[in-house]
């Protein structure tokens, strides 16, 4: 009798949370407005793969971090994977991807990128916002990510949005093994 009531409060629970994270999943308003600029915003699919490359070709000086296959396995992955992509017209010019574990309740921002000519101008600050408010939503207690130790900028934009710092992977990033500082962020629990 305990192991069936278990088993159904366990059920309802779980469904409860895999259908907050189907809504917030949902993108509703394609077409947004961040200072004076519209862009519009859509999730990541495959066909998307050589455009993301592209920003992060930009960003990472003529480098992909992550290959043509890790995204494909990423964007395959819709039950616990979202990535997102904003565009200006037709030039994309940034993306955000994130995991997110029910049992831990924590969502894990895995990649965020602006194109360098278009940093500064409150796009990726609207990326994390959502995924924020997405996390939020599905009444997760946390978000984290890893940035690289020298880079300053991002680290600021992430705790100016609330994130702190909470340890060092050492020796983290492919290629050039630079120390990761991982960071956290709180988040308000739904009532």
Same mark, same amino acid.
């Given at each position: ?23 917030? *999943? ?17 999730? &990541? ?14 960003? $990472? ?10 995204? &494909? ?5 819709? *039950? ?19 995991? *997110? ?10 990649n965020v990128a602006v194109v ?9 600050? $609207? ?12 009444? $997760? ?12 900028? &991002? ?16 020796? $983290? ?19």
């Amino acid at each position: 009798m305990l192991k069936k009531f278990r088993e159904l409060i366990q059920n309802r629970f779980f469904n409860r949370t895999k259908q907050l994270r189907e809504q917030a *999943f949902e993108i509703h308003d394609h077409v947004i407005q961040i200072e004076d600029d519209t862009y519009f915003i859509a999730k &990541a699919m495959i066909p998307d793969i050589p455009d993301i490359l592209n920003v992060e070709r930009s960003v $990472y000086e003529g480098q992909t971090p992550w290959d043509r296959a890790a995204f &494909a396995n990423e964007l395959r992955r819709k *039950f616990d994977r979202l990535y997102l992509v904003i565009r200006y017209h037709d030039r994309m010019l940034g993306f955000i991807g994130a995991s *997110f574990d029910d049992r831990t309740k924590t969502a894990h921002i895995t990649n965020v990128a602006v194109v360098e000519d278009k940093q500064n101008r409150g796009i990726g600050s $609207y990326l994390l916002k959502i995924m924020i408010g997405k996390a939020e939503f599905i009444g $997760y207690k946390k978000l984290t990510l890893e940035v690289r130790k020298s880079n300053a900028r &991002a680290q600021a934009l992430y705790l100016k949005l609330g994130f702190e710092k909470t340890g060092v992977k050492a020796h $983290y990033y492919f290629g050039d093994h630079e120390d990761a500082i991982d960071m956290t962020l709180a988040l308000t629990q739904k009532e």
